[in-house]
């Protein structure tokens, strides 16, 4: 199947900085990123949808100018947690879909371990 | 917002038995799809069964799917030590938009 690459893996920052979360579709072209957020031994919730070129869709609740998000190219997008804080720490995972919208299956990163100290 | 409701929460069998999990959904949807999850890692696709479909295979897996019960299940059959891991399944909503919303996970413990 195809390949999502996320990086890092795992980050700790200080409290106050920003750190930067990298997905890459590395056999397509993703027409569409996702970002989910993921609390131990619970779901995934979507925090938002973004296509190459266009500005991202936030799900309600989740802070835009927290949680920045560019799709730069239709292989790479990017999620950058700003002013960090204890309460940001979670497993962020990333996905990508690359045909159309109907029937297609999601491929996801190996996800992303923030803690925030 | 979630939509899938999983059953059970948790699962412990031994090595060579079935695992069966179920999922609830309350709507219309495109299709739904089973996910794995190891812990600490991503998700990996499993099987995707469309909404006009009512069974389908894959390996050791079946999938089943009843649209009128807003319903679905995961069998594992023959289950190995390297099936422990959290399976979630996720439903594609009837909109104009692309969204998966993913259900709470059955956590599956496989016995040696």
């Known amino acids: 199947g195809a390949v999502v690459s996320q990086h890092p893996s795992w980050v700790i920052c200080k409290s106050g900085t920003s750190v930067k979360i990298e997905c890459r579709s590395l056999?397509?072209?993703?027409?569409?990123m996702f970002w989910y957020r993921q609390f131990p031994k619970q779901s995934l919730m979507l925090m938002a949808t973004s296509n190459e070129g266009s500005k991202a869709t936030y799900e309600q609740g989740v802070e835009k100018d927290k949680f920045l998000i560019n799709h730069a190219s239709l292989t790479l997008s990017t999620l950058t947690v700003t002013s960090a804080h204890p309460e940001d720490s979670s497993f962020y995972i990333c996905s990508a879909i690359a045909g159309r919208w109907a029937n297609t299956e999601a491929f996801f990163g190996q996800g992303t371990r923030l803690t925030v100290v | 917002s979630q939509q899938g409701e999983e059953d059970p929460q948790a699962l412990s069998i031994q090595e060579g038995e079935n695992a069966t999990m179920n999922c609830s959904y309350k709507t219309s949807i495109n299709n739904l799809q089973w996910y794995r999850q190891n812990s600490g890692r991503g998700l990996v696709h499993l099987i995707l069964i469309r909404s006009n479909e009512r069974e389908k295979h894959s390996g050791r897996l079946r999938v089943t799917l009843d649209t009128s019960k807003k319903s679905s299940s995961l069998l594992i059959t023959a289950s190995r030590a390297a099936d422990t891991a959290s399976y979630f399944c996720?439903?594609?909503?009837?909109?104009?938009?692309?969204?998966?919303?993913f259900g709470a996970g059955t956590t599956v413990t496989v016995r040696a």
């Open positions: 996720a439903t594609d909503l009837r909109s104009n938009d692309y969204k998966l919303s």
């Open positions: 056999d397509f072209q993703a027409t569409t």
